[in-house]
């Protein structure tokens, strides 16, 4: 039987956060990795995570389907990972999530790849939300180029670099009052290595054809135990302010300019309205980590290893009992 070093896998959108997670399990696994993405000089970090050439880098832009048919060429797998939380100038929901993940699904299906396309539990075409509506019509427009496709759902991911509790952290170290915005939405955080184990075991072909996935960790929490959780973590007492949905509206209509862990969009406060948790249906099926076989890591297995530097005195403050 052929090793998997004989089998080339392109990810497009290798070089974020769940993307270097994805890349580093293929490289364990043996295969031999094209990461696509917009700026390669940005994606020197990705080298270190495989062998002496079994990574190789190169500059695709999903709005432009040249250089996404090359960098499919040859390959055996495509592994879409492209996705943004908030538009900016060319980089809307509509380009980068519908019309991006059309194009990566044509590629591969003239290549005759499989491919694994990541959306997020939420994507549902009638959502109030822009985004969950593209990620819809994305996953939509794979499975009309590659029907084999398998679509992986993973709910709010977290691990060292993401861009949800280390925010938090952030914002609790800086603000006495911390506004809350979705607080009783309930949510089931999925460790970013559990996500890029259950996407490598898709390229591994151990996945149902054409099934979608619904990836979630062991617990189903509201916002703001999450963040009770994060500020108990790190040590801060802010007061939690829970905002209505008509003020968290109005708020950000402001910060949506606003840079860095203050950002929030109004569509994202209409995304943190609906739960964001695996369905009973995907349970059932078994299409889900467990399912995989992948036991879900806690959130206070690894959150702590990466979040004790927002302490006052970072690894040396003592929890209170």
């Keep these: 039987m052929a090793s998997n070093l004989d089998t080339l896998v392109t990810v497009f959108g290798g070089s974020g956060f769940l993307g270097r997670n994805v890349v580093r399990a293929l490289a364990k696994r043996d295969y031999r990795i094209r990461v696509a993405v917009r700026r390669p000089e940005l994606a020197g970090h990705l080298q270190p995570l495989g062998r002496v050439g079994q990574i190789h880098v190169v500059q695709s832009n999903l709005r432009y389907p040249a250089s996404v048919e090359a960098a499919m060429r040859d390959s055996a ?141 062991p617990e189903v929490l509201t916002m703001r135990e999450i963040i009770q959780w ?25 910060l949506q300019f606003a840079p860095g862990a203050f950002k929030l969009t109004p569509d994202q406060v209409e995304l943190l309205q609906t739960d964001n948790v695996v369905s009973e249906a995907a349970k059932a099926a078994g299409l889900t980590l467990e399912g995989l076989g992948i036991a879900p890591e806690p959130m206070e297995a690894i959150v702590p290893q990466y979040l004790w530097r927002f302490r006052a005195t970072g690894q040396f403050q003592k929890k209170s009992a």
Excluded: W
């Design 77 to 217: 797998v495509a592994v879409n990972l492209v996705a943004i939380l908030a538009e900016g100038g060319a980089q809307t929901f509509d380009a980068v999530q519908v019309k991006g993940a059309d194009t990566v699904a044509k590629a591969a299906a003239a290549a005759g790849a499989r491919m694994v396309h990541v959306s997020a539990i939420g994507a549902d075409e009638k959502s109030p939300s822009r985004y969950a509506r593209a990620k819809a019509a994305g996953e939509k427009a794979v499975l009309a180029a590659v029907p084999s496709a398998t679509i992986v759902r993973p709910s709010l991911m977290f691990g060292p670099e993401d861009q949800f509790t280390n925010r938090f952290a952030a914002l609790a170290r800086l603000l006495p009052v911390l506004p809350l915005v979705g607080a009783e939405t309930k949510m089931q955080p999925a460790y970013v290595g559990d996500v890029a184990t259950a996407v490598a075991e898709a390229v591994d072909g151990k996945t149902k054809a054409g099934a979608t996935y619904e990836l979630g960790g």
């Design 230 to 254: 994060i500020c108990a973590t790190t040590g801060r007492d802010p007061t939690l302010l829970p905002l209505s949905v008509g003020l968290a509206k109005f708020q950000a209509f402001f």
